[in-house]
């Protein structure tokens, strides 16, 4: 009995603490979103204007890990079937994370804008049983700025 209720503590906290790290981060977003506005993101190959201006790689990356109680209800959903809720939330903020930290190379080097935007994502295995330990997204593109 006491192993049952020690397991059900340590469900409740990794979810609690988890929910609170996670808004964290939203709310982390959100603030470098606004700031990073200015630089616009276009999927389209083809730069406009090609002779005013140059294109230049950037990329950003981020490895995000599941917490145990995501992995925990995400395993519970594998067993009914239907949308991992909980997977999808992580997945969203890696990859606004990986676009920001490119938009913000991007400033770095003077860019005003990023075409050509590719998001690849990789999860990253962890244990025997083959579950998912982390998950990584890489944003890539051609940022353009006024050639020189």
């Not at 503590?9 to 996670?22: D, K, P, R």
């Not at 949308?83 to 005003?112: D, F, I, N, Q, T």
Request: glycine residues 8%.
């Amino acid at each position: 009995m006491f192993d049952l209720i020690l397991f059900l503590v340590l469900l409740l906290l990794g979810f609690v603490f988890g929910q609170i790290a996670e808004k964290r981060h939203f709310k982390s977003i959100i603030e470098r979103e606004k700031t990073l506005r200015d630089i616009l993101v276009f999927s389209e190959r083809r730069i406009p204007d090609e002779e005013r201006l140059e294109g230049i790689l950037v990329c950003g990356s981020v490895v995000v890990s599941v917490d145990f109680f995501k992995r925990f209800v995400a395993n519970l959903r594998n067993l009914v079937g239907g949308r991992v809720s909980s997977y999808e939330s992580l997945l969203e903020r890696a990859r606004r994370e990986a676009v920001l930290r490119m938009k913000e190379e991007a400033r770095r080097k003077g860019a005003s804008g990023i075409w050509n935007l590719r998001l690849e994502t990789a999860s990253i295995y962890k244990g025997a049983a083959q579950s998912v330990g982390a998950v990584e997204v890489v944003a890539y593109g051609t940022a353009v700025r006024e050639r020189r």
